[in-house]
């Protein structure tokens, strides 16, 4: 079956700018999660949802940071006045429910120029 | 709070030799414990896991890894590695009952023919 899909692959855009990355995880799963990882790092946990709500959101880096999933499926990160230092690699995960085995996207690759 | 730390950043090795890849975290709860290995231009997938039970987990292309509870180590070993092994090679934790996972900064395992 189809895994996790994320779009876009890559994005680039200017300092200032708003910015929207999409999820989409594998059919069924109820809980997906946001990773960002930097370059020559390991990924560093965002957000979690179960269903439509976030969980546990406690690796947000500040309120620039701000994550969807309306209907319970596809998740919208948004990141608002881009920072340089955003520039990463974002993962989106799923799994079968919280206590699953997380199974990742190919990721966004965000440049902030 | 958790941490994991993978000791070394790269290793090189030999077409059929053997290797290690270490890995070391730190909680204050009981964890489950995963590596996952990246090839080069693929997301993250899952090699193998500890939840409980048997120390000694296996992957099915020959991997293994062995929880050690009293020096808190997840180490990666295989006997004899192939050139298809080459990619990077990320250590996991969470703690049980939670579900974001706390990746070490990754260990890239180059294979020399």
């Known amino acids: 079956g189809a895994g996790v899909s994320q779009t876009p692959s890559n994005k680039v855009t200017e300092k200032g700018k708003y910015v929207e990355l999409r999820c989409d995880p594998i059919s069924g799963h109820t809980a997906l999660y946001w990773y960002r990882q930097s370059l020559g790092q390991g990924p560093e946990f965002l957000i979690y949802?179960?269903?439509?709500?976030?969980?546990?959101d406690s690796g947000l880096p500040n309120d620039r940071f701000f994550a969807v999933r309306p209907e319970g499926s596809v998740s919208t990160l948004k990141i608002q006045r881009t920072e340089r230092g955003d520039s990463a690699v974002y993962l989106c995960a799923s799994s079968l429910t919280h206590q699953e085995t997380q199974y990742f996207g190919p990721g966004t690759r965000l440049l902030v120029l | 709070a958790q941490s994991v730390t993978q000791l070394d950043s790269q290793v090189p090795v030999f077409e059929e030799a053997p290797v290690e890849l270490r890995c070391n975290y730190s909680s204050s709860v009981s964890v489950y414990l995963f590596w996952y290995v990246q090839y080069p231009n693929q997301g993250l997938q899952l090699l193998l896991k500890?939840?409980?039970?048997?120390?000694l987990v296996e992957s099915i292309n020959g991997f293994e890894a062995e929880f050690n509870k009293s020096q808190t180590s997840f180490h990666l070993r295989k006997p004899s590695v192939h050139i298809s092994d080459t990619a990077e090679y990320f250590c996991a934790v969470s703690s049980q009952g939670a579900q974001k996972l706390v990746f070490g900064q990754g260990t890239r395992l180059t294979i020399n023919p």
């Open positions: 500890y939840l409980s039970g048997s120390t």
């Open positions: 949802f179960q269903g439509t709500g976030a969980a546990d």
